[in-house]
């Protein structure tokens, strides 16, 4: 299994909003009536799953529990609750018969009601059927055969019915839930049953503000638990410097090995109860084979406990017991799980601040043979789960923790059974699981990534964790478009020049209706333009654009070409050299020039230092901008910076880049909810950057891990204890943690 479902080694929120109770029919609908449009197959099981929590005592033991194993459960509670109304109607006393009451098997003259045969079906019937004494014959049921004794009646009378009514009052949402098994059981009987798609297999995504205030609420009680296992850490590494120095210990410790090998017992059993969900985590996985880096850090503290209780009592002298090291790799998981949970409370905050989103998607195949980053309004959908997925520090330690737990036991008996010293396997034992437990393990992307997403929720945007982080990562290109450069109100008409025999009106419709076609950054300056005088857009036919800057339409019935003054030159319009201009748009109607617009662009800050950032990325910026103007020489003239490194593609194929679409299968990598290129570029660097610090950082503690395990085998191997002691071993795991602090800083530049 994954270590991405990881579901109890990592706090998740699990309670998806409960929607509206389904009712029998909608459960009929999905299996068995094809015309009736059926509910989805994800909100079904959900609500069905909170009817039987809801409708059964004792739901809270069977929480966990599946479809599957709740069909005993169900019978039960079926049998249960009638014999309750068996009971019930126990209790009420029936009136005597009245003897003079006529027989009811005498001749009783045929309704209508009675000779209408009754239907057999072969499947229950779910639907109500209401029986009433009018209905029937005096004294009489329409199921009974007059050729019939009075004893040999199938209890099939109004009782009967009455009881199958009681039923259906007070198992109403159980009715509909043995249905869904009913027709669930006959559908695997029959051959028909459909194997469960990605769909029906992923939860809903639960409510960002909710998510965020879960996460929230756990920061106060990790912070304080990791403050005071940190302190008890720190005592126990001061014992075990001060056990082979010159430190001072006072009392019994100085003195008695005994009493410092309880001391440390007390101390690690105090940080093992303080971190106890991450101690717990450790060992369920080991149960469920799915072991990581809170396997070792549990494992190494109950063979410490051991091993410390073994010299204590026996008065085995092969040096200090490693609870110090056990202790502080309990405390880093601890501080991992707090940094995990901030940077949700960050991610998850942004994503709930706004509905009006962007989402960016890593696409292949839109610029070149490589993934691209892309803004687009796919949503949200999945964003939270697969910020929860398992990160690449549980994905690289699932994979080397059995190889580092098996070399532990095979070193251990090397270096002792096989030297004549089994006394000293446990401690052996317990020293190499400890120092295979790193301290970086659970901060290798738990630090950098609360740091990177408490700096994205500054600019309102927020990463999917290590699977968003990956994807940008391993992106090549950035996609850059109009709103991006220019923001809307930095763009603006500052003049209008009509030439000679043309109308005004009509130029500026057909300039602003071609130009709305198109969808460049120019629509809001001109629309603005038209709503102030009044005019109207026109219907656009026809709508091409061409390589040299430009572009071509037919309205109403005449050719209109709308372009800067070069692709007015290049389709033979002739533009007067004292009318041109870098900045403007040329409209010409039937191969006429007939109007020029002077366009005014404002220079922003932000984009100017998002652009600054993109000439020194490893992402290639490719500018998808449908604004002809936009163009090298314009952004070096107004940004003051070189575009050497700026991708400008044809003009055509910047159009075919801005109107691409994320793929159906495409997946939310990050959020913005903000306009601009400087969130946008915040999410492709720093995105990146993450991606290779935890990578680096990851690769880094597993070297740790296994050096350590390698020299601490060697030091057993030639008998030298001493210097395998807890201080310097200590000392060793404490310097691999450096790189891990170094490369989290640098992301802060």
Not at 41 to 63: C, K, P, Q
Not at 300 to 324: E, K, N, R, T
Not at 586 to 611: D, H
Not at 639 to 657: G, H, V
Request: charged share 20%; proline share 5%; glycine share 8%.
């Amino acid at each position: 299994m994954d270590p991405n479902e990881r579901d109890d080694e990592k706090v998740y929120i699990r309670n998806a909003e409960l929607h509206d109770d389904y009712a029998l029919d909608d459960i009929m609908a999905e299996y068995g009536e094809p015309d009736r449009p059926a509910p989805p197959a994800e909100d079904l099981e959900n609500t069905l799953r909170h009817i039987i929590l809801d409708a059964i005592d004792g739901a809270d033991s069977v929480a966990g529990a599946s479809f599957s194993s709740l069909d005993d459960m169900l019978d039960d509670a079926v049998e249960k609750t009638i014999a309750e109304v068996d009971a019930a109607k126990a209790d009420k006393q029936e009136p005597e018969p009245d003897e003079d009451a006529p027989d009811p098997t005498e001749d009783v003259e045929p309704t209508e009601a009675a000779d209408t045969e009754q239907p057999v079906n072969s499947e229950p019937e779910f639907s109500e059927v209401s029986l009433s004494d009018e209905a029937l014959p005096s004294g009489g049921t329409e199921y009974a055969s007059p050729d019939f004794p009075e004893e040999d009646i199938p209890p099939t009378d109004i009782d009967e019915e009455r009881r199958e009514k009681a039923k259906e009052r007070f198992l109403s949402p159980l009715v509909a839930v043995l249905a869904l098994i009913a027709l669930r059981r006959g559908q695997r009987s029959g051959g028909e049953a459909h194997a469960p798609t990605v769909e029906d297999e992923q939860l809903p995504d639960p409510n960002p503000k909710k998510a965020a205030k879960h996460y929230a609420s756990q920061l106060a009680s990790l912070k304080l638990r990791g403050r005071l296992t940190a302190v008890l850490s720190i005592v126990l590494i001061y014992i075990s410097f001060a056990s082979t120095s010159a430190l001072p210990l006072f009392g019994a410790l100085g003195s008695s090995s005994r009493a410092l090998c309880l001391t440390q017992i007390i101390l690690l059993l105090t940080v093992m109860l303080t971190a106890l969900d991450i101690f717990t985590a450790g060992i369920a996985s080991m149960c469920r084979g799915r072991l990581g880096h809170e396997t070792l850090a549990a494992l190494s503290a109950v063979f410490c406990v051991l091993d410390a209780a073994v010299s204590a009592a026996a008065g085995l002298d092969y040096g200090l017991p490693f609870c110090a090291v056990a202790a502080s790799a309990l405390c880093a998981e601890l501080w991992g799980a707090y940094y995990t949970c901030r940077a949700y409370r960050h991610s998850f905050r942004v994503l709930g601040s706004s509905s009006g989103f962007y989402s960016v998607t890593g696409e292949y195949g839109v610029t070149d043979k490589h993934v691209a980053l892309m803004k687009s309004h796919l949503g949200a959908e999945g964003f939270i789960r697969r910020s929860e997925q398992a990160d690449i520090s549980e994905y690289a330690y699932s994979a080397i923790t059995p190889f580092l737990l098996a070399a532990a036991v095979i070193f251990s008996l090397l270096a002792t059974v096989f030297h004549g010293s089994a006394g000293a396997f446990l401690h052996c034992l317990a020293s190499l699981t400890a120092v295979s437990s790193s301290f970086s393990a659970a901060l290798a992307f738990a630090l950098p990534y609360a740091v990177t997403a408490r700096d994205l929720a500054q600019s309102g945007a927020a990463i999917a964790g290590w699977e968003g982080a990956r994807d940008i990562g391993l992106s090549h290109s950035v996609v850059i478009t109009d709103t991006d450069v220019f923001p809307s109100g930095t763009v603006a008409v500052s003049g209008i020049r009509i030439l000679e025999g043309a109308y005004t009106d009509k130029v500026v419709s057909y300039t602003a209706s071609v130009l709305t076609a198109s969808g460049c950054g120019l629509v809001h300056a001109f629309s603005t333009l038209m709503r102030r005088n009044g005019w109207t857009l026109c219907r656009v036919e026809g709508f091409e654009p061409h390589d040299g800057g430009g572009m071509t339409a037919v309205v109403n019935g005449e050719s209109v070409c709308i372009g800067g003054s070069a692709f007015m030159n290049l389709i033979g319009v002739r533009v007067p050299q004292k009318l041109n201009a870098k900045s403007s748009v040329y409209t010409a109607i039937n191969g006429t020039l007939v109007g020029i617009f002077e366009i005014t662009y404002t220079p922003t800050a932000s984009v100017q230092g998002a652009l600054a950032v993109l000439l020194h990325s490893n992402q290639r910026p490719v500018f998808a901008t449908r604004d002809f103007n936009i163009t090298p020489a314009l952004i070096k003239q107004l940004f003051r910076m070189p575009t050497d490194r700026f991708d400008f593609p044809a003009y055509a194929e910047r159009c075919r880049i801005s109107s691409a679409e994320p793929d159906e299968h495409s997946r939310t990598d990050a959020v913005i909810t903000r306009e601009g290129m400087g969130p946008l570029v915040d999410v492709s660097d720093k995105g990146s950057r993450l991606y290779r610090c935890a990578r680096i950082s990851v690769a880094i503690s597993a070297a740790g891990s296994v050096l350590g395990l390698v020299l601490l085998f060697m030091l057993f191997w030639a008998g030298a204890y001493s210097s395998a002691g807890v201080s310097n071993v200590l000392t060793f795991m404490l310097l691999w943690l450096i790189p891990c602090i170094v490369l989290t800083l640098s992301l802060k530049k």
